[in-house]
């Protein structure tokens, strides 16, 4: 300790010599022998605080350097915030040990001894709603003049804590990210890593484009069955039993080639749930999240299907009913691999900031849905009204004037429902310029849910890449130092610093 205490008053003293010399130097005036005696009356003080120290080992011990700061919590600190000073008390600051203010070890290399203040060179309008944290006792307000961006990183400069800084989002609008847990097993880690996140390594890169080929080829397969020319026609042969014909029904045939299509991805499906189901860290959670249980019901038709089909071979003494609502299942059953398609969104991160601002977005979309509601009920009644005198009128009630509503509120228009009446005329007007009002008021809100969503993206990425690329050059930076330093000559290396001749 009294090495340190000898270190920092030689440094005091070297500053003072400096400052008498520049005050002695020509031209002489009143102001700068004013100013060196204020230099010299300061370094006196430091000097004799930094002496108390020595004789006051708990002292030192807590704020070594700290020269004149008392432990008292009235004592007055002064900071000085790029030019603007601000005073505040000790006991203040210390409320918040964990914090650089708060901390006597993590401000410290900030203060000035010659001016017996801390000095920061950072943003002066932020300082006001840093300081009223000390002073509220915790409570984060951001000054109106002041952005969100540079209001965050003082934040982080000033060290308040990821409470404070989650307050702040909260207070700002800003959305909860979810933690994503990873398992603690380090061999199930990695597989969960290659089928849950591409960007983690070049396998999972290579599981993703394999996974989005075979989404693509079972979406084009299932579009492509539905042709005349490639139409399954069991279901011709089931509407010739039912109308008693002697038609022989064809069997499932497993030679098929869209079977063998649809098998394939099936099982290239089954193999990613089932192997992302025991790699993942929860499997509770697992079987909650809605893209697992898209990729449940995106297989669940292929088993279906394949199970009704066999039972029935086997049951040909069915009843003819039977076997109609059997057809009509399947028709339903299948309609669900459709959903299919959403299979996408897992590797596609502008579908997944879509179903983020939809999720985000749910109470304007609802009071959207139930602002139409209102209207289709409003002008329905209102235009079955108007032509219900008129005899080649469209509306012949209430509820049929229901689909003119939604489809004049929603500026699409097809036709086929029209007024004829100079009063029904009038009312869709008066329904079309409602319905523009209605659908333009949610928009803003849903396109800053969005702009959120995709700025957050955008910007983890940036962040990612700025890491990544800093790894990359500090391992650049390290072989050529080891480069550098095993050309120097056995014995001949010089206290230089490295780069220099």
Request: aromatic share 10%.
């Amino acid at each position: 300790s009294m090495d340190a205490i000898m270190w920092k008053i030689a440094l005091v003293s070297n500053n003072a010599e400096e400052s008498c010399r520049n005050a002695l130097d020509p031209p002489h005036s009143p102001w700068k022998i004013n100013d060196m005696n204020n230099t010299l009356s300061c370094s006196e003080n430091a000097m004799d605080a930094l002496l108390r120290a020595d004789h006051s080992p708990h002292l030192f011990d807590e704020d070594m350097l700290d020269m004149d700061m008392d432990t008292e919590s009235n004592e007055r600190v002064l900071i000085n915030i790029a030019g603007l000073r601000y005073e505040t008390q000790l006991g203040t600051l210390n409320q918040f040990p964990d914090t650089l203010l708060g901390d006597p070890a993590k401000r410290i290399k900030y203060f000035d001894p010659l001016r017996n203040e801390y000095f920061f060179d950072r943003n002066r309008p932020s300082f006001d709603g840093i300081l009223y944290f000390y002073q509220s006792g915790g409570k984060i307000r951001r000054p109106v003049n002041v952005s969100i961006d540079v209001f965050a990183d003082e934040i982080r400069f000033y060290q308040l804590g990821e409470e404070a800084m989650d307050r702040f989002r909260e207070d700002e609008g800003f959305i909860k990210e979810e933690e994503k847990p990873l398992p603690q097993n380090e061999f199930q880690k990695q597989v969960w890593l290659i089928f849950e996140y591409p960007e983690s390594s070049s396998p999972a890169r290579g599981i993703a484009i394999v996974s989005v080929i075979v989404i693509t080829i079972s979406i084009i397969t299932f579009c492509l069955e539905t042709l005349p020319e490639f139409r399954d026609e069991r279901e011709l042969a089931v509407t010739s039993r039912l109308d008693n014909s002697t038609a022989p029904r064809p069997s499932l045939t497993f030679t098929d080639p869209f079977f063998i299509i649809e098998t394939t991805c099936v099982i290239w499906f089954t193999f990613e749930l089932i192997v992302r189901f025991f790699a993942c860290p929860s499997k509770s959670e697992f079987s909650k999240t809605i893209m697992n249980i898209i990729d449940i019901m995106s297989i669940m038709p292929y088993f279906i299907t394949v199970g009704t089909e066999l039972a029935e071979q086997q049951g040909q003494e069915h009843q003819n009913g039977q076997q109609a609502m059997s057809l009509a299942i399947l028709r339903v059953i299948r309609l669900v691999r459709v959903f299919r398609i959403f299979k996408l969104s897992r590797h596609s991160k502008g579908l997944q900031i879509l179903g983020q601002t939809l999720k985000a977005s749910m109470r304007e979309l609802g009071l959207l849905i139930f602002f139409l509601f209102i209207g289709v009920i409003l002008f329905s009644s209102a235009v079955y009204f108007a032509e219900a005198d008129e005899p080649e009128s469209h509306f012949s009630s209430i509820p049929d004037a229901f689909w003119w509503a939604v489809v004049t509120m929603t500026t699409v228009g097809y036709g086929d429902m029209r007024p004829v009446t100079v009063g029904g005329k009038i009312v869709g007007s008066l329904c079309a310029i409602a319905g523009v009002l209605t659908i333009a008021l949610p928009v803003p809100v849903i396109v800053s849910n969005f702009n959120y969503f995709y700025h957050r993206e955008t910007d983890q990425d940036h962040k990612a890449s700025v890491k990544s690329q800093d790894v990359e050059n500090n391992e650049a930076g390290a072989s050529v130092e080891k480069t550098n330093i095993k050309s120097y000559p056995r014995g001949g290396m010089s206290l230089c610093r490295y780069g220099a001749d």
